[in-house]
């Protein structure tokens, strides 16, 4: 329990004395508010609350903690008669953390004394938040989420990453439940888990629970916050950078605890090339990013996806993979923000900065400013597979500069480029509706940044490729000596060999997660595909910008834990 070490305790119906009496506090503390507490209790309660309140510890002293689950234990037995509330009128209930939330200490560290919780809690969370995100807003939720729960509730990813987090939580969860602990194995059971980042950090967090193979993996709630927020504005969560107040918080805890859950696909990356005679052809982050954060990185020697004489790379991804033009626009725009993160305060200025560099790019006229080998045709050989088992090329029109497989329906800041083909279109293509849940991804090209802008009208959309299992590159030698990939909103700049002729990326299923949404889901399950809200308008007719020429013959560590692994189906022989 987090409370405050200024403590004031009435005790009602009981033989102490009725008068209140105040408790001092260490220099440190100062300016704590000071809390109200109101318990009906028995007699024999009310003797043992003096000596347990008689001397203020904080939360880092040894023997308040012992003694704070005792305090919480008396003060809940009547919960439907507590009120709490701050002296100089505090709202109800202010001093205590939100007991539907709570998980006591010895959960998280097994030489913790454990607690004797009143009530288990209904929606036990786990909070992860990237400090760094959106300005100052990371911090300031971190504060308010402290506040407002057990503090050990609450992770800065800058401090911790959530790999060790959770890989320490589910072995004391196992040792607790073979002692019997019944608190422990409900939290386990009714976990629910929040990060609050960019499409990263959620990417991040996302790859790390699919490593762990839980039999019952948490769902995941998603705080927009920072630059695109595609993952929450998907389910439901909105895309503006939240409130960071108490009453804010108090609003999405709720949220969370009444939102459905719902499985998404995960996906599967996997490049390889032949050792470069000279050089690196490690990915480039767009200058530093920590080791974790990385979108994109090499395997070890001791993984089984490692060969010999080749560099092998393997990443993860929920939301999209994209190379070209939009991967780099997005490279410049993560470098500049990271020489000047003053500039960039707020999404508007963000969102403009990203026009701005599309622009100076010359990607609104790149018939004239880029050469044909920055098309998508030209780099690379595009192979896919819409029925288990059988490869087919598909046709890249020589004008798509950009590529993008999209497994969610929302793109650069809740653009969805995919949008709702009419019903002759789907039939003549054999289209089937975008589930985030089918197996299958949607390929969308770009041709500039034009084209992009189209996703703005009502039934905008990019060129429409093909719904496809897997999805397979192979890069023409010597085509180009670097291009940019994303995943997920992380842009890295990809080196070339160009005298290998066996460069491959090939995007696989593997499996699916768990997600949280909420009535503003605009996601559709294929097992409830009428629950959530449309994406979209249906196409009407042929305003789109594709053209039917153009389909004669066709239809981290950022999102990829170190375990990520490939499955067992796919034919390494492939990747060689």
Known sequence: LSI?????????????????????????????????????????????LPDLVLHAFSDSNRRWRQNRAEVLRLLLRSPENLSL??????????????????????????????????????????????????????????????????????????EEAPDKVLHRLYANFEKLKSDGDRLAAHIERTLRLIVAGGDGTAGWLLGVVCDLKLAQPPPIATVPLGTGNNLPFSFGWGKKNPGTNRQSVKCFLDQVKKAKEMQIDSWHIVMRMRDPKEGTCDPIAPLELPHSLHAFHRVSRSDSLNMEGYHTFRGGFWNYFSMGMDAQVSYAFHSERKLHPEKFKNQIINQTTYAKLGATQGWFFASLFHPSSRNIAQLANVK?????????DLRIPRSIRSIVCLNLPSFSGGLNPWGTPNQKKARDRDLTPPYVDDGLLEVVGFRDAWHGLVLLAPNGHGTRLAQARRIRFEFHKGAADHTFMRIDGEPWKQPLPVDDD?????????????????HNCISKSIDDPSTPSSAGHHDDGDSSPESEDEWEGGRRKFGAAETFKIPEDTDIAHLS
């Open 502 to 518: 066996t460069v491959v990326v090939e995007i696989s299923h593997l499996g699916q997660v768990k997600m949280l949404a909420t």
């Open 85 to 158: 509330g701050m002296e100089g009128g505090g709202s109800p209930k202010e001093g205590l953390p939100l007991r539907d939330f709570y998980i006591p200490d010895y959960i998280f560290t097994p030489e913790s004394e454990k607690e004797d919780v009143p009530e288990k809690p209904t929606c036990p969370v786990i909070v992860f938040i990237n400090s760094k995100s959106g300005g100052q807003l990371g911090g300031d939720l971190i504060k308010t989420y402290r506040e407002l729960l057990n503090r050990v509730q609450v992770f800065d990813l800058g």
């Open 4 to 48: 405050h070490p200024f403590i004031l305790i009435r005790t009602v119906g009981s033989g102490l004395d009725a008068s209140s009496t105040k408790l001092s506090s260490s220099p440190s503390v100062l300016g704590a508010p000071l809390w109200v507490a109101k318990a009906p209790v028995g007699k024999r309660d009310a003797d043992r």
């Open 384 to 392: 896919i597979m819409r029925r288990l088992g059988h490869w087919e």
